[in-house]
């Protein structure tokens, strides 16, 4: 591999970048705005808070979603294509008994259409060197301290296959609407290192 | 043999740091690199398996000093000398800009 050298700030190298490219004719001006615009507008956490209370308010969806997560969530209109390669979804549900919570150890896989942009702790050395050899501390850090009986669960994402933390729906929710219950699902929830 | 992005387990990376109402992206040059690898990638420029790989393979020094985003660019360096779309020369010389 080619040596990196350079002291230039990052900024300007990747507009000299974007630069050649453009004049070789492999990006059209304007085109990255309208990919990022796009993007963001699409994936957000806000999808998996949909996957969420549809499970939590159907129990035959949510029995399915474990089964068959790529296929099931077709029925909200979701999708994991999209990207740059079809990917599998695996959803796991917690219970009173068993926590899950997601890391990619490698690197940084993330249900991305489901969740958005991952944030940049799910990426940092940090959480995935640490969270797969003391999940408990970590998730004590996130201020989410688990009762000692609960096993917890911790799912190593991959370039194939990416995984989703239904939470345990909060008590006294009864009486909420799908969308209300959608409203109360926060991305870390999503991931397994907050409560909901 | 493992790389140096292959840390689990490993102890030493301190504390996790979590930003409190996090943008997607902290720069535009981030968001314009995370647009770039979509570009190339589709464009059949290099693949996606590639891309993955000139990150897990930078200099294990180079990996850890580097942030995300930095890595990415580093990456997508790398694969368009290797793929000979510019020259080295071509992507450091920011005389004209």
Redesign the interface.
């Known amino acids: ?2 040596g ?3 002291d ?1 700030p ?12 453009e004049e ?1 004719g ?2 059209i001006p304007g ?3 309208e ?2 615009a796009a ?2 507008n699409r994936a957000s956490p806000a999808n998996g808070a949909r996957i969420v209370a549809r499970a939590w308010t159907d129990p035959d969806f949510g029995a399915r979603l474990l089964a068959d997560a790529p296929a099931v969530i077709a029925e909200l209109d979701l999708s994991m294509r999209g990207g ?2 079809v990917q599998d979804l695996q959803v796991v549900a917690n219970t009173d008994r068993e926590h899950n919570v997601v ?1 990619c ?4 896989c993330y249900p991305l259409a489901l969740l ?2 991952s ?3 799910y ?8 969270v ?2 003391e999940p408990r501390e ?1 998730l004590r ?2 201020g989410f301290e688990l009762r000692p009986e609960v096993e917890i669960k911790v799912w ?1 994402a991959n ?1 194939e296959t990416r995984y989703l933390v239904v939470p345990n729906r909060p008590p006294g929710t009864e009486n909420l609407a799908e969308e209300q219950l959608a409203a109360l699902v926060t991305r870390n929830g999503l991931i397994g290192t907050a409560p909901v | 043999m493992s790389r140096i992005n292959d840390v689990g387990g490993m102890y030493g990376f301190g504390q996790i740091v979590a930003e409190q109402d996090e943008p997607p992206f902290h720069a535009d040059w981030e968001a314009h690199v995370f647009a770039l690898n979509s570009t190339l990638v589709r464009q059949g420029v290099y693949q996606i398996d590639e891309f993955r790989d000139a990150v897990e393979r930078l200099p294990p020094g180079q990996y850890l000093a580097s942030s995300y985003y930095q890595r990415w660019f580093l990456a997508i360096r790398a694969l368009l000398i290797e793929k000979g779309v510019f020259t080295e020369e071509e992507l450091d010389d920011l005389r004209d800009g």
């Open positions: 591999m080619s990196d050298h350079s230039a990052i900024a300007a190298r990747v507009r000299h970048l974007e630069r050649l490219l070789r492999l990006v085109a990255l705005d990919t990022l993007y963001l740059l390669q890391v150890t490698l690197c940084s958005g942009p944030p940049t702790w990426k940092s050395e940090s959480y995935r060197s640490r797969v050899r970590v850090e996130f190593d370039a």
